[in-house]
Protein backbone atom coordinates (compact mmCIF):
# COMPACT_ATOMS: atom_id res chain seq x y z
CA UNK A 1 0.00 0.00 0.00
CA UNK A 2 1.37 3.54 -1.21
CA UNK A 3 1.81 6.06 1.74
CA UNK A 4 0.98 9.76 1.61
CA UNK A 5 3.18 11.15 -0.33
CA UNK A 6 3.93 15.55 -0.56
CA UNK A 7 5.89 17.70 -2.62
CA UNK A 8 7.87 19.15 -2.96
CA UNK A 9 10.45 18.34 0.42
CA UNK A 10 12.09 20.97 0.37
CA UNK A 11 11.12 25.00 -0.44
CA UNK A 12 13.58 28.15 -0.07
CA UNK A 13 11.53 32.00 -0.93
CA UNK A 14 11.61 35.35 0.18
CA UNK A 15 9.01 36.73 1.96
CA UNK A 16 6.13 38.24 0.02
CA UNK A 17 6.56 35.02 -2.36
CA UNK A 18 4.05 32.38 -2.87
CA UNK A 19 4.49 28.41 -2.19
CA UNK A 20 2.21 25.63 -3.08
CA UNK A 21 2.05 22.30 -1.12
CA UNK A 22 0.45 19.16 -2.55
CA UNK A 23 -0.60 16.24 -1.08
CA UNK A 24 -1.81 12.99 -2.15
CA UNK A 25 -3.18 10.22 0.38
CA UNK A 26 -3.36 7.18 0.95
CA UNK A 27 -5.77 5.68 -1.53
CA UNK A 28 -9.61 5.23 -0.14
CA UNK A 29 -8.98 7.82 2.94
CA UNK A 30 -11.58 10.17 3.63
CA UNK A 31 -10.46 12.33 6.01
CA UNK A 32 -6.91 14.84 5.47
CA UNK A 33 -5.41 16.90 7.55
CA UNK A 34 -2.84 19.79 6.87
CA UNK A 35 -0.47 20.66 10.06
CA UNK A 36 2.25 23.42 10.82
CA UNK A 37 4.97 22.36 12.63
CA UNK A 38 7.82 25.02 13.30
CA UNK A 39 10.93 23.84 14.72
CA UNK A 40 10.83 22.27 18.15
CA UNK A 41 7.18 22.07 18.42
CA UNK A 42 4.53 20.20 17.61
CA UNK A 43 2.15 19.72 14.64
CA UNK A 44 -0.30 22.21 14.39
CA UNK A 45 -3.62 21.69 13.14
CA UNK A 46 -4.26 23.90 9.86
CA UNK A 47 -6.87 22.43 8.41
CA UNK A 48 -8.94 19.10 7.67
CA UNK A 49 -10.92 17.80 4.97
CA UNK A 50 -13.71 14.94 5.03
CA UNK A 51 -13.80 13.91 1.59
CA UNK A 52 -14.17 17.51 -0.69
CA UNK A 53 -15.80 19.18 2.49
CA UNK A 54 -13.76 21.70 5.18
CA UNK A 55 -14.32 19.78 8.92
CA UNK A 56 -11.97 22.51 10.67
CA UNK A 57 -10.40 25.68 9.57
CA UNK A 58 -10.33 27.64 12.23
CA UNK A 59 -6.34 27.87 12.73
CA UNK A 60 -5.76 28.74 9.22
CA UNK A 61 -4.90 32.17 8.34
CA UNK A 62 -7.17 32.88 5.78
CA UNK A 63 -5.81 35.99 5.18
CA UNK A 64 -2.64 34.36 3.50
CA UNK A 65 -3.31 30.36 3.54
CA UNK A 66 -6.00 28.25 1.33
CA UNK A 67 -6.51 25.00 1.37
CA UNK A 68 -8.35 22.95 -1.37
CA UNK A 69 -9.52 18.89 -2.03
CA UNK A 70 -11.52 19.85 -5.41
CA UNK A 71 -12.22 15.92 -6.00
CA UNK A 72 -12.37 14.15 -2.65
CA UNK A 73 -8.46 12.99 -3.34
CA UNK A 74 -5.16 14.83 -3.40
CA UNK A 75 -5.17 18.28 -1.79
CA UNK A 76 -3.18 21.84 -1.81
CA UNK A 77 -2.51 24.21 0.41
CA UNK A 78 -1.38 27.91 -0.97
CA UNK A 79 0.80 30.33 1.13
CA UNK A 80 0.48 33.73 -0.61
CA UNK A 81 2.26 36.07 0.22
CA UNK A 82 4.62 34.59 2.78
CA UNK A 83 6.10 35.46 5.71
CA UNK A 84 9.23 34.62 7.92
CA UNK A 85 7.34 33.05 10.84
CA UNK A 86 5.76 30.73 7.69
CA UNK A 87 8.98 28.81 8.15
CA UNK A 88 7.75 25.39 9.15
CA UNK A 89 7.33 21.64 8.27
CA UNK A 90 4.20 21.03 6.10
CA UNK A 91 2.30 17.85 7.49
CA UNK A 92 -0.06 16.44 5.37
CA UNK A 93 -1.96 13.27 6.87
CA UNK A 94 -4.62 11.29 5.78
CA UNK A 95 -7.34 8.75 7.90
CA UNK A 96 -9.94 5.92 7.03
CA UNK A 97 -9.89 4.45 10.21
CA UNK A 98 -13.02 5.50 13.20
CA UNK A 99 -9.67 4.90 15.72
CA UNK A 100 -8.24 8.29 13.81
CA UNK A 101 -4.93 7.08 13.40
CA UNK A 102 -2.79 9.23 11.26
CA UNK A 103 -0.71 8.56 8.68
CA UNK A 104 1.78 11.12 7.23
CA UNK A 105 3.64 12.06 4.73
CA UNK A 106 7.38 13.08 4.81
CA UNK A 107 6.13 16.51 4.96
CA UNK A 108 7.31 19.57 3.06
CA UNK A 109 9.58 21.85 4.66
CA UNK A 110 9.34 25.60 3.93
CA UNK A 111 12.49 28.53 4.35
CA UNK A 112 11.44 32.12 3.95
CA UNK A 113 14.34 34.58 3.67
CA UNK B 1 -11.29 21.77 25.03
CA UNK B 2 -8.56 19.25 24.65
CA UNK B 3 -5.38 19.18 25.60
CA UNK B 4 -2.25 17.50 25.89
CA UNK B 5 0.93 17.96 28.18
CA UNK B 6 4.26 16.08 27.90
CA UNK B 7 5.84 17.35 30.82
CA UNK B 8 9.23 16.45 29.78
CA UNK B 9 10.78 18.63 26.45
CA UNK B 10 14.14 16.37 27.02
CA UNK B 11 15.01 13.08 28.31
CA UNK B 12 18.66 11.38 28.29
CA UNK B 13 19.44 8.17 28.96
CA UNK B 14 22.06 5.76 28.63
CA UNK B 15 22.07 3.18 26.26
CA UNK B 16 20.54 -0.42 27.80
CA UNK B 17 18.69 1.60 30.36
CA UNK B 18 14.72 2.33 30.95
CA UNK B 19 12.80 4.60 28.97
CA UNK B 20 9.98 7.07 30.38
CA UNK B 21 8.27 9.61 28.15
CA UNK B 22 5.40 11.33 30.70
CA UNK B 23 2.33 12.63 28.90
CA UNK B 24 -0.83 13.71 30.72
CA UNK B 25 -4.36 14.22 28.64
CA UNK B 26 -7.52 16.06 28.69
CA UNK B 27 -10.51 14.86 27.08
CA UNK B 28 -13.44 13.44 27.19
CA UNK B 29 -14.11 10.14 28.91
CA UNK B 30 -13.44 7.77 26.13
CA UNK B 31 -10.49 9.47 24.32
CA UNK B 32 -7.83 7.64 21.72
CA UNK B 33 -4.40 8.45 22.38
CA UNK B 34 -1.58 7.72 20.26
CA UNK B 35 2.45 7.93 20.45
CA UNK B 36 4.05 9.19 17.57
CA UNK B 37 7.80 8.72 16.29
CA UNK B 38 9.68 11.25 14.19
CA UNK B 39 13.33 10.78 13.03
CA UNK B 40 15.21 13.63 11.69
CA UNK B 41 13.86 14.31 8.19
CA UNK B 42 11.16 11.66 8.56
CA UNK B 43 7.51 11.83 8.47
CA UNK B 44 6.06 10.99 11.71
CA UNK B 45 5.77 7.08 12.26
CA UNK B 46 2.81 5.64 14.58
CA UNK B 47 4.28 3.57 17.62
CA UNK B 48 1.41 2.72 19.48
CA UNK B 49 -2.72 3.66 20.12
CA UNK B 50 -5.26 3.26 22.90
CA UNK B 51 -8.81 2.64 22.01
CA UNK B 52 -10.73 1.87 24.94
CA UNK B 53 -9.42 -2.22 24.67
CA UNK B 54 -6.39 -3.09 27.04
CA UNK B 55 -4.94 -0.18 29.38
CA UNK B 56 -1.61 -1.95 28.56
CA UNK B 57 -1.01 -1.13 24.51
CA UNK B 58 2.27 -3.08 23.32
CA UNK B 59 3.75 -1.15 19.96
CA UNK B 60 6.43 -1.65 17.86
CA UNK B 61 10.27 -1.83 18.63
CA UNK B 62 9.60 -2.72 22.13
CA UNK B 63 7.65 0.55 23.22
CA UNK B 64 4.53 0.28 25.50
CA UNK B 65 2.08 2.52 27.38
CA UNK B 66 -0.71 2.39 29.96
CA UNK B 67 -3.60 4.26 29.71
CA UNK B 68 -4.39 5.33 33.28
CA UNK B 69 -7.99 7.29 33.88
CA UNK B 70 -7.36 8.10 37.11
CA UNK B 71 -3.92 10.00 36.41
CA UNK B 72 -5.40 11.26 33.09
CA UNK B 73 -1.99 9.36 31.95
CA UNK B 74 -0.64 7.65 28.81
CA UNK B 75 3.47 7.27 29.85
CA UNK B 76 5.56 5.82 26.97
CA UNK B 77 8.17 2.99 28.15
CA UNK B 78 10.95 0.99 27.38
CA UNK B 79 12.78 -1.61 28.78
CA UNK B 80 16.00 -1.11 27.40
CA UNK B 81 17.18 2.08 25.52
CA UNK B 82 19.06 1.41 21.74
CA UNK B 83 20.92 4.12 20.00
CA UNK B 84 18.49 3.86 17.25
CA UNK B 85 15.23 4.95 19.47
CA UNK B 86 17.27 9.01 19.64
CA UNK B 87 14.15 10.93 18.07
CA UNK B 88 11.35 13.29 18.94
CA UNK B 89 7.94 12.07 20.36
CA UNK B 90 4.74 13.14 20.45
CA UNK B 91 1.57 12.17 22.45
CA UNK B 92 -1.74 12.76 20.74
CA UNK B 93 -5.07 12.90 21.96
CA UNK B 94 -8.29 12.63 20.01
CA UNK B 95 -11.91 12.63 21.68
CA UNK B 96 -15.08 10.89 20.67
CA UNK B 97 -16.85 14.45 19.37
CA UNK B 98 -19.23 16.68 20.83
CA UNK B 99 -19.66 17.05 25.18
CA UNK B 100 -16.76 13.85 24.75
CA UNK B 101 -14.12 16.33 23.07
CA UNK B 102 -12.71 17.06 19.48
CA UNK B 103 -12.32 14.55 16.68
CA UNK B 104 -9.35 16.62 15.76
CA UNK B 105 -6.32 14.98 16.75
CA UNK B 106 -4.37 17.07 19.54
CA UNK B 107 -0.44 16.67 19.92
CA UNK B 108 1.94 17.49 22.43
CA UNK B 109 4.72 19.82 21.94
CA UNK B 110 7.15 16.36 21.65
CA UNK B 111 10.03 15.14 24.29
CA UNK B 112 13.46 14.76 22.74
CA UNK B 113 14.45 11.31 23.44
CA UNK B 114 18.61 11.40 23.22
CA UNK B 115 20.69 8.41 23.82
CA UNK B 116 24.19 8.13 25.01
CA UNK B 117 26.21 5.26 24.42
Known amino acids: EAGVAQSPRYKIIEKRQSVAFWCNPI?????LYWYQQILGQGPKLLIQ????????DSQLPKDRFSAERLKGVDSTLKIQPAKLEDSAVYLC???????????FGEGSRLTVL | AQSVTQLDSHVSVSEGTPVLLRCNYS??????LFWYVQHPNKGLQLLLK??????LVKGINGFEAEFKKSETSFHLTKPSAHMSDAAEYFC???????????????FGRGTSLIVHP
Open chain 1, 93 to 103: ASTGTNTGELF
Open chain 1, 27 to 31: SGHAT
Open chain 2, 27 to 32: SSYSPS
Open chain 2, 92 to 106: VVRGGGGSGGSYIPT
Open chain 1, 49 to 56: FQNNGVVD
Open chain 2, 50 to 55: YTSAAT
